[in-house]
């Protein structure tokens, strides 16, 4: 006869961290009594794929449902029941109570998993309703029963990652449309500068975007803003962000932070040490300096939910000196492609970092993403955000074409790894013409850090520009003259670094005693410049990211005025 004790999980949400949580508990444990209650009438789907169903990209919607409550039943024997919310938890009887389509029903639970997620934030104005959002599949059921009215005319509320995405997609359907940001520029996770190329690509594709502007009322036809501009909106998305899921959690008196994420430790347990909690809702750690963030990611989400089945069901610890399993900090990894570019970020951005106390360093490079022998080679934007006295990797963003993301990915790799910045340059990437350079963008990054912290050369911030030439440093430009005369940096005087040995001393009684900022391009022509300056007595040091970075945010800002 089996006695066996099976132990009872109770798991709130069926989508990410509670699905991946509930299938891997069943694989470390076929006699687990493993239930779901999920709210809405699916679980298990692809919320990333939504914004390519209503831009016909992914025209099959059944594809978007990756599992169903009868194929878990059927492969992992997992009660999952959807149209089931969870609205209370009474922790000292360890149950939780749920409304159904039957009324109310109570389960009663060993450990307890809540993946409750995290719901769209709509801001409060006049006409909101008839607003939509975009979250799960009765939103983009929603959505696609407005787009199918044929829409002239577009407003989206936010340009995040979400935000741009449904701008791409819906501009597939030839709907005009405008993206108003209330802050300076689109894409948070992204500096200034590089957020200002994604920004400009958009508008020279037909997409228009306003940033420093808010929406202030909806009315039937139009989006009013608070600068008083109108703008036509027969469709009108709010993609601003979310929040945490947390009310029965709160309710339950579980901690959770100012935002109502709930909190955790490092094996994902609230403050009740029977229930754990995975996914959006929850409060997670910086990976570099642990600090609590909030990063709605389905890849953190899904870790941690695998995380936690280990720690239920006490497999051991990857490292003897801990007493269990716990989960790493996130860097908020990320990508998002828009209009034929590719954006892509990992660890902090230079905003972020100049807000502690490291001393940053900051590396704009403009590689081609293979051999440009080879056909089809397209430039990257990328920026390496850095300390300059560890030499410790904070974080990076690229802006580009093909080969983005594996960037991206190689430096978040290399962060996890606790590699330096000057590593970068001795790791072994693939080569061949077709992939990559047999200088990599990535071994460029790190010989550039390398050049930084020897004292081969310096770099001047282009944020700092202007300061430097109004206290009166001369800013060089070594670029071709039919270059200089396409375009410009205003004072900028124009020496061709093919001719710049020739012409030191002009350079010389130009410059006065005073520093040197040279740019060109890139900054490639610019360090070779800004060695033979000073190898000639002449202070020197070379813009970084060049003109091409310099000139992607100041025609941003033009716009601005």
């Given at each position: 006869m089996n006695t066996r004790v099976s132990r009872k999980v109770v798991i709130i949400?069926?989508?990410?961290?509670?699905?991946?949580?509930?299938?891997?508990?069943?694989?470390?444990?076929?006699?687990?009594?493993?239930?779901?209650?999920?709210?809405g009438a699916y679980v298990s789907f692809a919320n990333c794929g939504l914004p390519y169903y209503v831009g016909g990209i992914i025209d099959d919607r059944d594809s978007l449902l990756l599992q169903t409550p009868q194929s878990l039943k059927s492969r992992f024997n997992l009660d999952v029941l959807v149209n089931h919310e969870a609205v209370a938890i009474n922790r000292k009887a360890k149950t939780v109570t749920a409304k159904t389509p039957d009324g109310e029903s109570i389960f009663d639970y060993d450990q307890l998993i809540l993946a409750p997620g995290a719901r769209p934030f709509v801001p409060p104005m006049p006409g909101?309703?008839?607003?939509?959002?975009?979250?799960?599949?009765?939103?983009?059921?929603?959505?696609?029963?407005?787009?199918?009215?044929?829409?002239?005319t577009a407003a989206i509320l936010g340009g995040g990652f979400i935000g741009l995405e449904l701008a791409e997609n819906l501009h597939r359907r030839n709907i005009e449309v405008t993206i108003i940001e209330a802050s300076?520029?689109?894409?948070?996770?992204?500096?200034?500068?590089m957020a200002a190329m994604v920004e400009n690509h958009l508008i020279d594709q037909g997409i228009a975007v306003i940033t420093n502007d808010r929406a202030e009322e909806v009315t039937d036809v139009d989006v009013v803003l608070?600068?008083?501009?109108?703008?036509?909106?027969?469709?009108?998305?709010?993609?601003?962000?979310?929040?945490?899921?947390?009310?029965?959690?709160?309710?339950?008196?579980?901690?959770?932070?100012?935002?109502?994420?709930?909190?955790?430790?490092s094996s994902q347990r609230t403050s009740d040490p029977n229930i754990y909690a995975v996914g959006d809702a929850v409060v997670k750690r910086d990976r570099i300096d642990s600090s609590f963030v909030h990063i709605p990611l389905a890849n953190s989400a899904n870790r941690d939910g695998?995380?936690?089945?280990?720690?239920?069901?006490?497999?051991?610890?990857?490292?003897?000196?801990?007493?269990?399993?716990?989960?790493?900090?996130?860097?908020?990894?990320a990508v998002v492609g828009v209009m034929g570019l590719t954006v892509a970020a990992t660890g902090w951005n230079e905003r972020r970092a100049r807000g502690t106390e490291k001393n940053v360093g900051v590396i704009h490079t403009h590689p081609f993403n293979h051999a440009t022998y080879y056909p089809g080679a397209e430039k990257l934007a990328l920026k390496l955000v850095y300390d300059l006295d560890t030499l410790e990797i904070l974080g990076a963003q690229a802006v580009g074409g093909s080969g983005v993301d594996k960037r991206i990915d190689v430096i978040a790799t290399a962060?996890?790894?606790?590699?330096?910045?000057?590593?970068?340059?001795?790791?072994?990437?693939?080569?061949?013409p077709q992939f990559g350079s047999a200088k990599d963008p990535i071994t460029m990054l790190g010989f550039v850090a390398d050049n930084i912290a020897s004292g081969m050369t310096e770099t001047v911030d282009i944020h700092d520009l202007s300061a430097l030439q109004e206290a009166g440093h001369l800013v060089l430009d070594v670029r071709?003259?039919?270059?200089?005369?396409?375009?410009?940096?205003?004072?900028?005087?124009?020496?061709?670094?093919?001719?710049?040995?020739?012409r030191i001393d002009e350079v010389k009684d130009l410059a006065g005693g005073r520093k040197v900022i040279v740019h060109c391009a890139v900054g490639v022509?610019?360090?070779?410049?800004?060695?033979?300056?000073?190898?000639?007595?002449?202070?020197?040091?070379?813009?970084?990211?060049?003109?091409?970075t310099w000139q992607a945010l100041e025609r941003k800002n033009r716009r601005g005025r």
């Open positions: 949400g069926g989508v990410a961290g509670g699905m991946s949580a509930a299938t891997r508990l069943r694989r470390l444990d076929e006699h687990a009594q493993i239930t779901i209650l999920e709210r909101i309703d008839r607003a939509l959002t975009l979250r799960n599949v009765a939103d983009v059921d929603a959505m696609m029963e407005a787009v199918s009215a044929q829409p002239k300076s520029q689109i894409l948070p996770p992204l500096d200034d500068e608070k600068s008083g501009a109108r703008v036509s909106a027969e469709l009108v998305i709010v993609a601003v962000g979310v929040r945490p899921d947390t009310v029965i959690a709160q309710e339950a008196g579980l901690e959770t932070d100012y935002r109502g994420g709930i909190v955790v430790d695998r995380v936690v089945a280990d720690i239920i069901v006490g497999l051991p610890p990857f490292d003897n000196e801990t007493k269990e399993r716990q989960t790493i900090g996130v860097l908020g990894t962060i996890a790894g606790g590699l330096k910045v000057c590593d970068l340059a001795g790791i072994d990437l693939a080569y061949a071709t003259v039919g270059e200089y005369v396409k375009g410009n940096i205003p004072a900028a005087i124009n020496i061709p670094l093919d001719d710049l040995r020739e022509r610019g360090h070779s410049a800004v060695q033979i300056l000073k190898a000639n007595g002449v202070d020197a040091a070379n813009l970084d990211g060049g003109y091409a």
